[in-house]
């Protein structure tokens, strides 16, 4: 549940001299991140940034346009500018020139900033096209996990790793134009009592010289508390292709595009649909499918 924030009024304006910021490409997409808080944006590039994302200085000119305010539409070229205000209830983010409220606690505003600046990338990227989904590859295919969020998706991955299979995303599952299904290693997320923790991608089996790989299996799959047996339905290809549809970002964008890429995808790639009980037993079976 979001944090209830309190109208103090409005904030003081903020000067492009008072940003630090960055900006970067990937996926063809453009981006400038700014704040004016130093600290908080070292702080988001540590939990949310990919590992191999390659950044660069954000000029003044990208500075003063992320604390632009308008209606816009814009397209492969964003910017999100992060405002820490004088009291904990007058933080802001403009992003892509429209202004909102931020939480009180950064850990929140961190998560925040950094759902909005993922999907953004997954809606605009061309040509690839993601898929809402874990990833990991084991003996050079790929396994994907569609499925929204709390269905499970981050444990049964990191169960996956666990015994030996290396991540790929456990929230994206980028697929090529050619089928193959390609890395996106940003800080996997888990939650436990403490609050939600961040997992850097690098120390779960995730490395610069990973290649995209062809599709091995999707499981489609939600856990069910006392299950002691998971209870699977083969699907057929089509079958398959239609429930990576329904979790891909940009279908309603571009359905030819992402429906074409699907169909590259699946090919002989085996797929099942049907609800799971223990991680661990799920993950042994599924490994078992891709020897």
């Known amino acids: 549940m979001g944090e209830i924030l309190v109208d103090s009024g409005n904030p003081p304006p903020v000067s492009v001299g008072e940003l630090a910021g960055c900006c970067l490409e990937i996926f063809g997409v453009r981006i400038t991140i700014a704040c004016n808080c130093s600290d908080w944006l070292d702080q988001l590039r540590e939990l ?18 992320s604390l632009e305010e308008d209606d816009a539409e814009r397209e492969n070229d964003f910017s999100f500018c992060i405002l820490r205000g004088e009291s904990p209830y007058t933080n802001r983010l403009i992003a892509n020139g429209k202004t909102s409220s931020l939480g009180t606690t950064p850990n929140y505003i961190f998560q925040s900033v950094g759902n909005r600046l993922h999907l953004c990338i997954a809606e605009f990227a ?7 989904a874990g990833a990991v590859l084991f003996n050079g295919k790929a396994l994907v996990l569609p499925g929204h969020s709390y269905a499970g998706k981050s ?44 997992l850097p991608a690098r120390g779960l089996g995730w490395e610069e010289s990973l290649e995209p790989a062809p599709l091995g299996a999707v499981l489609v799959t939600t856990y069910e508390s ?11 290809p089509a079958q398959a292709i239609l429930e990576l549809l329904q979790n891909t970002v940009p279908a309603r964008r571009a ?25 661990g037993q799920m993950a042994d079976w599924l490994l078992k499918q891709l020897k």
């Open 48 to 65: 949310e940034f990919g590992a191999d994302w390659e950044l660069g200085p954000a000029s003044p000119e990208l500075l003063a346009r």
């Open 126 to 132: 061309d040509p690839e096209i993601f898929v809402h």
């Open 155 to 198: 444990t049964l991955t990191l169960a996956l790793v666990e015994r030996g299979a290396r991540l790929l995303s456990d929230d994206f599952a980028v697929v090529c134009s050619d089928g193959c299904v390609r890395a996106y290693p940003i800080p996997v997320s888990q939650r436990s009592a403490e609050g939600p923790l961040r």
């Open 226 to 236: 006392g299950r002691k047996r998971h209870k699977l339905q083969e699907l057929d």
């Open 255 to 279: 359905p030819a595009r992402c429906l074409g890429t699907l169909v590259k995808a699946v090919g002989p790639a085996r797929a099942w649909r049907g609800p799971r009980g223990e991680a």
